[in-house]
């Protein structure tokens, strides 16, 4: 198995970046080419001792910044290394490729360089998300800002596929994310993509996903359309961040409070793997003819490993041949 | 002032209900209207040994169910507490109404029959949230599925008005709730909506919430369509009740985390009290002629009390008058 990286996406490229790929290499028994500036992947690994075992370098002299325009990705031009590494995706050199650079820039670069499943609509982010009881995907979670009820039952037999080819889960429930339980609840968009998954036999519909329940696991795959993903995603990272903290604060506040910590320690230390979203890796491009994880922005080695093995799951279990063949008769007229 | 109180709405009706009028006469020194079947009051007040002083009962045989339909309320032959407490409120026979019962119900009711102000678009539902520094208005959080950007202006003008009132938030912050800080996210009712709040010269626009941002107060009023504000505002309670579920099972596990429970005992009573949403009442229905309140439907007598206390400060605070002031002369042409 053979993992692209792009080594100089996210908010601690590129020491952190090749820090997780060498970890991957030693843990996963994975081969790494990393893409970036030559030099820079070279000086990186001697000053900080990472072990080079396993790690090839693909140079490209740019990187693809967080004010750039997405689109430029696309430009033939564009010497980035996230648009070298989707290149060298596209053209075999590897399995999977990651990244922790700007997801609008990697949802269209994977779109016209990696290029879509034929008959699959639109390029969704499905992010694996830590549940109360379990984890689940949250699907699309910000690629598309505007959607038809089509696509969201594409995104529905997507996540399906994912979840139970990846993470083992069978039949894995569908949830269509909303503001109540009923059939008749939500926009025009969601009463029609109700109609829709009620009516997709492949799927396990389960109904309506009311956004109080999604933190509880109501479904193994939460569809809806990127905006009202999007805010799930983030009204939930901010809660739970605001809470943590709170928490945190409240333990640290004085002796007292920093000896009852011991007595909790474990608990806590528990919990807080649960409801790391790091432990899952990132985000699945879903669509796409290969495989591509978004990598959280903020990775740090440990994180960016775990996206690694991500993408070699990605690749291994055969998720894009489960999708060709479920999607690639699809028509592609109401776009 | 003279609160009139659905005793029969929300689930622990009437007796909870009952004891919070109770508890608001003592504390708050206003007086209330019981709506409901009289004798059934009779009888909770008796056997709950209730304090009836500042009580006085107006009958209503009938119960608005939840699973009635809300369009119901405004028949006229419609008795249900509810429908019978809004006319009292619409002929004048006290300042405030507040309900635990259907929200739905709440909203078409106060619409047709106590009216909204001239020039005022929609109702719509402005929640008071508990955040990381300090409460914050989320609305619409719920009424209105379908909304233009001009309506979202009005949220934000009628939430201005009622924090700097009722809150005492000089020159509230007003964000948009979004998918991220910069001006042209969203769909396009999001970016219309941008350009309008940016030319309302009358509230503080600081540009886009991010919905990751919003429970750290990242503004004083947060303005959404009523799908969006919903699913911000059940994700929200969904995560923190998911978190401290977590947080209290830890502390129960066993003898030690039980003695650790001690030594942070006030630090996690003064957070729960920060992030119990039953002590900001409920949320403010806005827009209407008359001050409406939607409890919380789980309310206690506690909660029920602070609800009622939101509906004398609502009523005390002329927010009514603010908002008639502001927004009375806008044309209705783009309803």
Redesign the interface.
Known sequence: MKIIIDAFGGDNAPVEILKGAALAVKELGVNIIAVGDENEIKKAITSNSIEENGISIAHAADIFKMEDNPVSIRHKGNETSMAVGLRLLRDGEGDAFVSAGSTGALVVGGTFIVKRIKGIKKTAIGSVMP??NGPFMLMDS?AN??CTAKAIRQFAVMGSIYMKNVLGIENPRVGL?N?GKEENK??QL?IDAYEMLKNTPEINFIGNA???????TAADVVVADG??G??????????????????K???T?GT??K??????RK??GD?KK??DYKEYGGAALMGLTKPVIKAHGSSDAKAFKNAIRQAAQYSEKRVIDGLSEHLSKESGDDD
Chains 1, 2 share one sequence.
């Open positions: 549940g109360d910000g800002i505007d994310a503001i939500g926009s969601y009311e956004a109080r329940d999604i933190p509880f905006f009202t999007n805010i799930i995603l983030k009204t939930y990272e901010g809660t739970a961040l605001a809470l943590l903290g709170n928490i604060k409240i333990f506040a007292l409070s000896l009852s910590y011991l007595g909790v608990g806590l919990f649960k409801m």
